[in-house]
């Protein structure tokens, strides 16, 4: 999907602060309000915008622990996969899923408070589902952090 200058920018402004009001947008898109909310429309309705959400600290809501882990299914079958996709969307604490190539077939990103919420997940999750390996990896530090993509805004 290619978008244009001014949908960049407008994306690039929403990404940055979900809060600004249309008219600084606006302005920063160099458009006048009623076309910079219908672009803002268009790009909800075309899938590029998909939320606006408020961002927290994890540490400050008591998720002081980012868990890696890396997930080997003991097999590939359809019937695996839709048991495996229930229990990971049961579990909020695990905040992302992704299918991968390579040695893993699963990786996920898990936000607990402590070791023991930890075990209490890992638990829940392999008894739920048979699992061929586990192997999970605790970040010590987040160094760097963004929900933003780094859209172009230069005129091309």
Not at 13 to 25: G, S
Not at 30 to 45: F, H, M, N, V
Request: glycine fraction near 4%.
């Amino acid at each position: 999907m290619d978008l244009d200058l001014i949908d960049r920018k407008i994306v690039a402004e929403l990404m940055r602060d979900a809060t600004m009001p249309i008219a600084q947008i606006a302005e920063k898109a160099g458009l006048s309000q009623t076309p910079c909310w219908k672009r803002i429309q268009k790009l909800e309705a075309m899938g590029v915008l998909t939320s606006r959400v408020a961002l927290a600290d994890p540490s400050r809501l008591g998720f002081g622990l980012t868990v890696f882990v890396g997930i080997e299914a003991p097999d590939h079958s359809p019937d695996w996969r839709a048991a495996f996709a229930t229990a990971v969307g049961s579990i909020p604490e695990i905040m992302e899923v992704y299918r991968m190539a390579g040695e893993l077939d699963y990786l996920l990103r898990v936000s607990v408070s402590d070791m023991a919420s930890f075990d209490a997940l890992y638990k829940r999750l392999t008894d739920a589902v048979p699992i061929k390996n586990v192997t999970s990896h605790f970040a010590m530090e987040r160094m760097k952090f963004t929900t933003a993509y780094p859209v172009d805004t230069r005129n091309r």
